[in-house]
């Protein structure tokens, strides 16, 4: 079993442009299972995303938004990504981890958490909700896309900035949502790259968990 897993720090990027380097990424592993996994680390310019879904009315019309919409092949509501938050996309083959896409965001939650941790701010699940909570406010929203067993897109870490553009929709479609960042909940300054650099150093450690498949679940391959 391939462990390797590649992270790459790409810096303040446009939301297209990272969307063509993902699926360019999957569609190499697609046809050559022996390359190694990735995580895809970066900033975004503005943009609010929503996943592929009959229901929009989380954008409240979406006239009014500050700035562009870009419909994706994620699973969820409306979101806004920008300056201030870490992005993670990890494209990984889940035909190593036991096909299991339950499995699969828990493991992320818990990445989120610990990471989290290091800088002294309790972070946990909320029952029914994907995502990472500070008691009832969203400090990580996790969406993901997986195509033959390949995920791509991820999770949004708010370290720090504007929060401000999530009040022109419902986040994540949840009601009287509260959304936080790591500097709002402590009033330290924060740096998406240092953040960045604690996530590298944490996953680099913690994919093998993921790896680990439980005995009585079969692997298709």
């Known amino acids: 079993?391939?462990?390797?897993?590649r992270v790459r720090w790409l810096g303040r990027m446009r939301f297209a442009d990272a969307l063509t380097l993902q699926e360019k990424i999957v569609s190499?592993?697609?046809e050559d299972r022996s390359l190694e996994d990735e995580l895809l680390l970066l900033e975004h310019e503005p943009?609010?995303?929503?996943?592929?879904?009959?229901?929009?009315s989380s954008l409240l019309g979406a006239t009014h938004l500050p700035h562009p919409l870009f419909p994706i092949n994620r699973g969820g509501q409306a979101t806004y990504h920008g300056p201030g938050q870490l992005m993670g996309y990890p494209i990984i083959d889940l035909r190593r981890c036991g096909q299991d896409l339950h499995r699969y965001l828990r493991w992320l939650e818990q990445l989120l958490i610990e990471v989290l941790a290091e800088y002294g701010i309790p972070a946990s699940r909320r029952e029914s909700l994907t995502g990472v909570w500070i008691e009832n406010r969203k400090i990580a929203s996790i969406?993901?896309?997986?195509?033959?067993?390949?995920?791509?897109?991820?999770?949004?870490?708010?370290?720090c900035g504007d929060l401000s553009p999530f009040n022109y929709i419902v986040p994540c479609g949840i009601n009287n949502v509260t959304m936080t960042s790591m500097e709002k909940?402590?009033?330290?300054?924060?740096?998406?790259?240092?953040?960045?650099r604690a996530f590298e150093k944490l996953?680099?450690?913690?994919?093998?968990?993921?790896?680990?498949?439980?005995?009585s679940q079969p692997i298709n391959v």
């Open 143 to 159: 969406g993901v896309g997986v195509r033959h067993w390949i995920t791509m897109h991820g999770y949004a870490l708010n370290v």
């Open 203 to 215: 996953v680099l450690d913690r994919i093998v968990q993921l790896r680990i498949i439980p005995e």
């Open 28 to 30: 190499k592993k697609r």
């Open 47 to 56: 943009i609010y995303t929503i996943g592929r879904t009959p229901d929009r």
């Open 185 to 196: 909940e402590t009033g330290r300054p924060f740096s998406v790259v240092d953040i960045a």
């Open 1 to 5: 079993m391939n462990r390797n897993l």
